[in-house]
């Protein structure tokens, strides 16, 4: 048996990525930049591995078997093992490997409960994962985005851009690396995950009907998108964060208007993800100037940036007004350690907000991180000796 254990990183689009031209190929409609994110805190960690004695493809997400048997999956599948071939025939080595099955084992180090985007990570790792154990070398991207058109974004560190491409065969819709995670060190982030039980609609099928629907992305895609991409990348050069910032939020704002240009409507933001919108301008307007913006995707989650030196002060800020529910003090920060200020009178005084106890569950706060690993301890493996999980949870 051969196997590999990688993890790779969440990302979080600030020019949002809605809307295929090509469904079967993961196409957009418009390019999309984001901002992958620390994996000590926001991870997806995947085995894989192969045997002459493995008799079927299988997989286990979050310690239960699923299906193979997915367009998404077999896609991947077919391309991985395309490219292994082409470069064992260039090389005149044997292939039997290439043609045995493989087991395939993946599990998140957060809670999929909370709500985060976690096919990105988990289709970025996968991909990664089976480039490693099949030696296929070189760009990857395109192969990531036939599983989650983000999760192309997820096989680079830093700040990425997805151009969309123009050729149909979609050679050309792949993932570039805008500046390395050490470029803007004291770039933080906070992950504000709210209370929520609704299911929401996913971002496939949302979509779908924004572009059967919707005018207004029509006129995003060709009129705003591509200058803002350029906007948002030479602010990221420049590290000028109050431009970031302003582009960042009205980018969230304008997907989420397209959300409810879609007929019928959706709309992901609930009462306290507008809440934490007031109290982000609010802050704003308080500093003289942008020093945390927000952004939302398809759910509720607020994903805040902001520099190091406001993380203590939002932070309180955040405590005071969205405290945690009677029971749920502790862990309420969870991530890289900080020591929260206590408010101060003329920041609350400032803010037109009343204390919602209990309206968000956690938060976390990560940083810029960078692009998948490889894992060398093969204690790390997700899969025992006979190719099973060692974790396997019970339905
Ligand atoms: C709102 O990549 O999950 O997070 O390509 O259908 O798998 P599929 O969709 P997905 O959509 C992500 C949408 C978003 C914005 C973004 O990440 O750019």
Redesign the pocket.
């Known amino acids: 048996m051969k196997s590999v254990t990688c993890t790779a990183p969440v ?3 600030v020019i ?3 809307g ?1 031209r090509d469904e079967k190929l ?1 196409l957009p409609v418009n390019s ?1 930049l ?1 901002v992958t994110l620390g994996q000590d805190e926001l991870r997806a960690k995947t085995t894989v591995a192969t045997s002459k004695e493995f008799t079927k493809d299988r997989i286990w997400l979050n310690g239960k078997e699923e299906t193979v048997a997915t367009e998404r999956l077999q896609n991947i599948f077919r391309e991985i093992k395309r490219r292994a071939r082409r470069r064992k025939a260039d090389s005149k080595a044997e292939d039997a490997v290439v043609s045995w099955k493989v087991h395939i084992c993946s599990e998140n180090n957060f809670p999929t409960a909370a709500g985060l ?1 976690s ?2 990570a988990g289709y970025a790792c996968l991909v990664y994962s089976l480039a490693k154990l099949f030696g296929v070398e070189g760009e990857i991207s395109d192969i990531a985005r036939q599983g ?4 192309c974004r997820s096989v680079y560190g830093g700040f990425v851009e997805w151009e969309k491409g123009v050729k149909e065969d979609g050679t050309d819709s792949l993932a570039k690396q805008v500046a390395p995670e050490t470029h803007w060190p004291e770039m933080k982030v906070l992950i504000l995950v709210v209370s929520d039980h609704k299911k929401h609609t996913s ?2 099928a949302g ?1 779908q009907t924004t572009v059967k629907t919707s005018q207004l992305l029509q006129y995003r895609a060709e009129h705003i998108v591509p200058q803002r991409s350029q906007e948002i990348t030479q602010a990221i050069l420049d590290k000028n964060f109050p431009k970031f910032a302003e582009i960042t939020m009205k980018d969230s704002n304008q ?1 989420h208007a397209v959300c409810l240009d879609t007929y019928p409507p959706i709309s992901y933001m609930r009462d306290v993800s507008q809440q934490i919108v007031r109290l982000v301008h609010a802050y704003n307007k308080l500093c003289g100037q942008a020093r945390v913006c927000y952004t939302f ?2 759910g509720p989650n607020a994903c805040l940036f902001l520099l190091e030196e406001d993380v203590p002060r939002v932070v309180s800020l955040v405590s005071h007004f969205f405290p945690p529910a009677v029971g749920d003090e502790s862990n309420f920060v969870r991530g890289i350690p900080l020591i929260p200020d206590t408010p101060s009178q003329v920041d609350v005084e400032g803010i037109p907000l009343e204390p919602q106890p209990g309206a968000i569950k956690y938060v976390i706060h990560t940083k810029v991180g960078g692009s998948p690993q490889a894992l060398t301890n093969p204690k790390e493996s997700l899969l025992g000796e006979d190719g099973l999980p060692l974790h396997i949870v019970k339905s």
Not at 148 to 151: D, I, L, N, V, Y
């Open positions: 990302n979080i689009a949002k990525y809605w295929k993961i999309s984001s985007a096919s990105a989650s058109g983000s999760a971002s496939t979509m997907f995707d398809a």
